[in-house]
């Protein structure tokens, strides 16, 4: 098993450009999260999902979108990039109200 | 609004010592609080956890103690290891609410273990 997997692992962004952040899980967990990680403020939930074809907003959802098309699947997109959006990101999944496994991080830059 | 607040900022213990950690949180309907620990260039992973109907949980040399009334808790490491080198954070939840799995982080501890 892979666990949670995220795509890509470190990337660049110029003001206003657009990407999309993909999380894939194996374990069959009906719950996903996406949390953005900066110094001296732990991790904060941007947006999550308790099933597929749901989503719902977390601590802080502004400039970000998400889906959830597939059951192992969860996507986070900038639609236009902000320096204030450089952070390491995080997705994470779990069954139901137990233990959240998180992916590696991606590391983004916007300058 | 930091809802779990986490102390200190980073922690400097001699291999051998008890390495110390605290939280405090405001919700009181919080009723799952689980520490994880974070390698560098790694996600974090759940450590330990406990729940407020007890006061204690250790697993290994990893203690949480659990002050309901002070709405505070900490991680105790005894034996501290250089191997135990990484960042710590609490966390809470509200497994009663519909978005019970929700977490909220605490800032986060750097432990630093010295040979």
């Known amino acids: 098993n892979a666990g949670v997997t995220q795509t890509p692992k470190f990337r660049v962004l110029k003001t206003g450009q657009s990407m999309t952040l993909l999380c894939a899980q194996d374990?069959?967990?009906?719950?996903m999260y996406w949390y953005r990680q900066d110094p001296g403020m732990g991790l904060r939930l941007i947006h999550y999902s308790v099933g597929e074809g749901t989503t719902a907003k977390g601590e802080v959802p502004d400039g970000y979108n998400v889906s959830r098309l597939k059951k192992q699947n969860f996507l986070l997109g900038l639609e236009s990039a902000a320096p204030s959006q450089t952070s390491v990101y995080f997705c994470a999944s779990s069954r139901g109200y137990n233990e959240q496994f998180f992916g590696p991080g991606t590391r983004l830059t916007v300058l | 609004q930091q809802q779990v607040k986490q102390s200190p900022q980073s922690l400097i213990v001699q291999k051998g010592g008890i390495s110390i950690i605290n939280c405090a949180y405001e919700n009181t309907a919080f009723d799952y609080f689980p520490w994880y620990q974070q390698f560098p260039g790694k996600g974090p992973a759940l450590l330990i956890a406990?729940?407020?109907?007890?006061s204690e949980k250790k697993e290994g040399r990893f203690t949480i103690s659990f002050n309901k009334s002070a709405k505070q808790f900490s991680l105790h490491i005894m034996d501290s290891q250089p191997g135990d080198s990484a960042t710590y954070f609490c966390a809470a939840s509200n497994r009663r609410e519909t978005s019970g799995s929700r977490l909220t982080f605490g800032e986060g501890t750097q432990l630093t273990v010295n040979p």
């Open positions: 374990m069959n967990h009906e719950y």
């Open positions: 406990i729940r407020p109907d007890v």
